[in-house]
């Protein structure tokens, strides 16, 4: 039985500034962020990771750096961990975007075909990539524990697939900045063992 283990990039720049960043460069982890990041890595000192797998975008790839540094870990980059993209919304701000468009989150997990026609990856595609990616760390560390960074809406999409979420369910949900989401996997069945986990200095702080 292995665990695979989705870590949320940290705090980074376009979070404080709520803004859509999509795939754009240049978006660097805050000074939070970083800090995030660190208390991260140490809780994963316990979990016996083999491997860490990245979204090649700046704020996840540095968050795992700074794990993969402090567990003595390389890296590996996959595009399948990629931040959605957001197409015509890429680099606007969420007050924006809503005005001018209305709820495009709710839209998204509802897969409306008003967010396929602005550019933005729908859900499914979401799903698919990231499923692909987990077929192939199955394949590749059976039963081991494999740390995979990537953004907030990957994790929901691996999220969904095994625990059945209304898509306003899904828009509730917060997953955290730097925060670990454990998937148990056995005979390609999941469970889900872990949700937002992190140091506990944070739960008294928003995330």
Do not use: C
Not at 102 to 117: P, R
């Amino acid at each position: 039985m292995g665990q695979i283990i989705f870590l949320r990039h940290g705090q980074a720049k376009n979070n404080t500034e709520r803004i859509l960043a999509g795939r754009t460069e240049g978006v660097p982890l805050t000074d939070t962020g970083i800090k995030q990041s660190e208390y991260t890595a140490e809780l994963l000192e316990h979990m016996n990771i083999s491997a860490i797998y990245s979204s090649p975008i700046e704020r996840a790839k540095h968050t795992a750096e700074i794990v993969g540094k402090h567990n003595s870990l390389d890296i590996t980059i996959d595009d399948r961990l990629n931040e959605l993209d957001m197409g015509k919304f890429t680099g606007m701000p969420y007050d924006e975007i809503f005005k001018s468009h209305g709820n495009v989150f709710m839209k998204f997990y509802n897969s409306d075909l008003e967010i396929a026609h602005n550019g933005v990856e729908t859900f499914p595609d979401v799903k698919k990539r990231i499923l692909g990616i987990v077929d192939y760390i199955i394949e590749k560390h059976p039963d081991q524990n494999i740390l995979l960074v990537t953004h907030m809406d990957p994790i929901k999409a691996m999220l969904s697939t095994i625990v059945d979420l209304s898509p306003t369910n899904l828009f509730e949900l917060i997953i955290a900045n730097a925060s670990l989401n454990i998937f148990r996997e056995k005979d390609r069945k999941f469970s889900l063992s872990g949700l937002n986990v992190m140091d506990p200095s944070r739960f008294n702080q928003g995330w």
